[in-house]
């Protein structure tokens, strides 16, 4: 048996998203998803929407309550901007949004849990998208400044981390290249047009940020994918690389490394989708700095060097790979047959450590999905028997464990999630919690695995078998 401690004062906790928790009761606007599915449920799993989900609006006291049950000492969800903007172009603030969010984080904050306050989580107001476009339009990424000055100024006291974007690129691949996002466009050039937009409305919070001189810090949190080939061919080498390029180093070197690939400007330029941007822009860009990453984690990225011809009308990064199922994989049998790998952990971290001056991080998500029916009935100890998660969370714990024996600078892991939340087209197909929802009463059901996570979030180690890290 073996102990694996974490560093003094490490961060325990989950992460979540506004949308996914809070409802959209007393919006003054709707976001492109409260739309979207009214609009087109079929859309969506059962048809379920985001009008009632978790009812955080009116739970927080209870579910803040039960965070501080199984240890969390820290807890990660975001302002929804069609919540608290009540006029976009000014910032000018919705007064209601703004006694629900000093009442959720004061909650946290008396019950010993650090609120970490993301601005954007995918929900584009409905109304900017349909006016401009989203953030295929320069003015939304002045908007958005507006949106996180206000926030700052309302809540930059008692906030200590910020982050601006979680994992900014999906936006750009579920709605303009692989159609699971709204607008459902599929256009490569429109697709890089939205990233550099992202990373620029960044840069200005970032601005905004550091103008108002407040305290605490303020970072962004990106899904980063380790990328493995097929075989150590050179073809399948150099597909991975372009993998890495287009799915990872697009974000991570401007915002960490403060450059952009000339590789990726390189690549777009031949396929005539490079973003308009000025100097200035670029400038902006590449000389904000973040405080801190987070990274997100689930499955691994396989690829081999592309064999069947590419056939799609518009530029995607697959123009440059396939996608490969590595046949003596391990793989969840409850979610879609998703590969496990925990060594992905160890990579991420002595990649950030090696190539990205070992920048402060924490894992800001990492989860193993089930189904209702996998999790199976409450047991007759009042305890939902989700032992499934425990022993593969542990396997990617040893390996982060031993990473930070090596110098990685992580501190702290956020699971995904708090309780069973809606997830998007997904709604609650997949379940993630600690705590199980039932979606008729709305009764909070604990589950093994955060029982498990509270002793280690209180103990700030674990104990299990295997090799000394």
Not at 349 to 355: M, W
Not at 400 to 410: F, K, M, P, S, Y
Not at 453 to 459: D, G, H, R, T, Y
Request: charged share 25%; hydrophobic share 35%.
């Amino acid at each position: 048996m073996t102990i694996f401690a974490f560093p003094e004062k490490f961060l325990w906790g989950a992460a979540a998203s506004g949308p996914q928790t809070e409802g959209t009761e007393g919006k003054p606007h709707r976001s492109i998803w409260d739309s979207w599915h009214a609009h087109q449920p079929e859309r969506f799993f059962a048809g379920i929407g985001p009008e009632k989900v978790c009812e955080t609006l009116h739970k927080y006291q209870e579910d803040v309550a039960l965070m501080k049950n199984i240890g969390f000492n820290s807890f990660r969800t975001s302002i929804q901007w069609s919540r608290l903007i009540e006029d976009f172009e000014t910032g000018k603030p919705n007064e209601e949004a703004v006694r629900f969010y000093n009442n959720y984080f004061d909650e946290m904050i008396s019950n010993g849990i650090e609120p970490m306050i993301n601005l954007y989580h995918f929900d584009m107001p409905e109304e900017l998208q349909q006016r401009y476009g989203g953030f295929e339009s320069k003015h939304v990424t002045e908007l958005f400044s507006r949106f996180a000055t206000t926030a700052f100024q309302l809540f930059g006291h008692k906030i200590k981390y910020w982050i601006t974007f979680n994992e900014p690129i999906v936006p750009v691949e579920g709605g303009y290249l692989y159609d699971f996002h709204y607008p459902c466009k599929k256009d490569g050039k429109l697709a890089a047009q939205v990233a550099f937009n992202i990373m620029l409305a960044h840069a200005k919070a970032i601005k905004c940020y550091r103008e108002l001189a407040l305290t605490g810090e303020i970072g962004v949190v990106l899904n980063l994918t380790p990328t493995y080939t097929r075989s150590d061919s050179a073809a399948d080498k150099k597909a991975a690389w372009y993998a890495d390029l287009l799915f990872n180093r697009s974000f991570l070197d401007p915002l960490v490394r403060h450059q952009f690939p000339q590789e990726l400007c390189e690549l777009l330029a031949t396929h005539h989708c490079l973003p308009e941007m000025s100097k200035d822009e670029v400038m902006l860009i590449t000389d904000s700095r973040v405080d801190f990453l987070g990274v997100n984690y689930y499955v691994p990225r396989r690829v081999k060097a592309r064999e069947a011809e590419y056939t799609l009308d518009y530029f995607t990064p697959e123009y440059y790979f396939e996608n490969y199922i590595d046949p003596n994989g391990r793989f969840n049998p409850y979610r879609d047959n998703n590969e496990i790998l925990p060594q992905a952990i160890y990579d991420i971290a002595t990649n950030i450590r090696d190539n990205y001056g070992n920048i402060k991080w924490y894992l800001a998500e990492i989860g193993i999905a089930m189904d209702l029916e996998s999790e199976g009935p409450v047991q007759p100890d009042g305890v939902i028997d989700d032992s499934f998660r425990i022993a593969l969370m542990e396997e990617h714990l040893i390996q982060l464990h031993r990473a930070i024996g090596d110098g990685a600078n992580c501190f702290g892991v956020h699971q995904w999630t708090f309780i069973d939340n809606w997830s998007w087209i997904n709604a609650f197909k997949r379940r993630y919690g600690f705590y199980r929802l039932d979606l008729t009463t709305g009764k909070r059901q604990i589950k093994r695995n955060g029982l498990w996570f509270k002793s280690l979030a209180e103990n700030n180690q674990f104990i299990c078998e295997g090799p000394q890290s």
